[in-house]
């Protein structure tokens, strides 16, 4: 094994640094903000509520979509649409992906959105 760290050292790698030109407009993507704490593990503890927010790389103010995912009121995670949310802001949105809490406020009825 030796050898070969040897002869990579040797060796010279990325002499050519790489230009690519920009085809279509770029974005950024910032994951698990944290925007509010709910209660967790029956009350004994709290859990940060995440979001992820993408948008275009130009600073001017922009049309913002909130993402509510719709996760049949069971945990999912606020990254599972971003390759699409990633399109939305190559149109020139700011996309906010919200994480919520579930909770049924009765017995096999109604439940509640906590955001």
Known sequence: MQWLIDALRRT?????????????????????????????WFGHTVRDLKLDVIYPE????????????GGAWLQMSVSAHLAY???????????ASVQYTARVTRRYSRHSLRM
Do not use: N
């Open 12 to 40: 010279h790698f990325m002499k050519k640094v790489i230009q690519v030109a920009v085809k279509e407009p770029q974005y950024v993507v910032s994951t698990d903000v944290a925007f509010a704490q709910v209660d967790a």
């Open 58 to 69: 130009h600073t001017e103010k922009r049309p913002c979509i909130v993402w509510i995912c």
């Open 85 to 95: 949310l990633c399109d939305l802001a190559r149109e020139g949105f700011v996309v």
